[in-house]
């Protein structure tokens, strides 16, 4: 299959799952997920409209930087490292997993040396698998409200991964949980934070996340085809 032809496939898809969400007309932003991708293969994708980039990785985001550059929007979306933000705070527009408060004081620490503001996702574990990072969904509100007092970070919204599962419910419900905390964070108000985007959805669940109302979705083998690992 052609990276063209898997876009239009997905875009169809998009549009059929947002019909059955609470609203079918709202923007739906595509994170391109490039781990394992080669730049030409990138570039492909880009030249498509596909200008978001995510990578779970810190040094494979820095390779893929250093040949591709800062036309399309970085996105991190794996678990950063403390002594890893410094090399890319002033390279991603999002971080999809903040999972501490250690990790904001630090992003934060970094970006106001570059007089940046840097926007994040808090990452939440709602399944409270023990592989997976991210706050229980009871801390998320407390780490926001520490994070209020820090200049350089702004809180966007909410990331999750849903469990490893081919029950459709276990997912689904996964999906709810995420935003319904998100449509509590709302009502905090906080100045720091605007809860804009909803970061769930993958390849193998972005249509249920959708119908759950994700307006973020991140996708590798739906567009580029299954990884090859070396
Ligand atoms: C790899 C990855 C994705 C995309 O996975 P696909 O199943 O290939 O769509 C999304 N989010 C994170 C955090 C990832 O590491």
Same mark, same amino acid.
């Given at each position: 299959m052609s990276i063209s032809n898997n876009i239009m496939v997905l875009e169809n898809r998009i549009q059929e799952a947002l019909q059955k +969400? #609470?609203?079918?007309s709202k923007k739906i932003q595509v994170i391109? &997920? =490039?781990? =394992? *991708?080669k730049p030409e293969t990138i570039q492909e994708a880009m030249d498509l409209g596909i200008n978001h980039l995510g990578e779970n990785k810190v040094q494979e985001l820095l390779t893929k930087y250093e040949t591709i550059g800062p036309a399309p929007q970085w996105h991190m979306i794996g678990h950063l490292q403390r002594n890893k933000v410094k090399y890319i705070v002033d390279k &991603? +527009?999002? *971080?999809?997993s903040l999972d501490s408060l250690s990790l904001a004081e630090e992003i934060s620490k970094r970006a106001s040396k570059i007089n940046r503001t840097i926007d994040v996702l808090v990452q939440v574990n709602v399944s409270g698998e023990e592989s997976k990072f991210g706050v229980e969904p009871n801390e998320a509100m407390s780490l926001a409200k520490q994070i209020? +007092?820090?200049?350089?970070v702004r809180i966007k919204g909410l990331m999750t991964m849903a469990p490893f599962t081919a029950n459709e419910a276990i997912t689904r419900d996964c999906f709810k949980k995420l935003f319904e905390l998100n449509e509590k964070m709302k009502e905090l108000?906080? #100045? $720091? #934070? $605007?809860?804009?985007?909803?970061s769930m959805g993958m390849s193998n669940d972005f249509e249920i996340a959708l119908e759950e109302g994700s307006n973020m979705i991140r996708i590798g083998s739906a567009i580029f085809g299954n990884r090859k690992y070396d």
């Open positions: +969400s #609470a609203d079918p391109g &997920v =490039t781990k =394992t *991708i &991603v +527009s999002l *971080i999809h209020e +007092s820090m200049n350089n108000n906080l #100045a $720091h #934070a $605007h809860m804009e985007y909803l």
